[in-house]
């Protein structure tokens, strides 16, 4: 339970569940996939000037990415993120795919 930042709410009430797996192609290659499931549920007054209030929201992502190991310190990583939220007002539902190519090399 946490303080709520929505008007009209006191507190929010959040469930996550999250599992990945992650397999070792060789010494270069990584695979790793992986969901996320997390519920919102507000408490309050109910009472908003402005409207309706989001109360509820469910989201689903499910991750995948595969990642080359050039050396210890180099890798280059894709990873494909597929996001489903609804709540209560379908104003605020969506579904968002989202590519991402990341280099990585620390010093």
Do not use: C, H
């Amino acid at each position: 339970m946490t303080p709520s930042n929505r008007i009209g709410q006191l507190y929010d009430i959040t469930t996550e569940i999250e599992g990945s797996a992650r397999y070792r192609l060789g010494t270069s290659l990584e695979l790793e996939t992986g969901y996320r499931w997390e519920k919102m549920r507000s408490q309050g007054d109910g009472a908003s000037p402005l409207g309706p209030i989001l109360t509820n929201s469910d989201k689903d992502v499910v991750y995948g990415s595969i990642r080359y190991r050039r050396s210890e310190r180099a890798s280059l990583a894709l990873e494909v993120r597929q996001e489903d939220r609804e709540t209560n007002l379908p104003t605020f539902d969506y579904t968002n795919t989202a590519v991402s190519l990341t280099l990585d090399v620390p010093f």
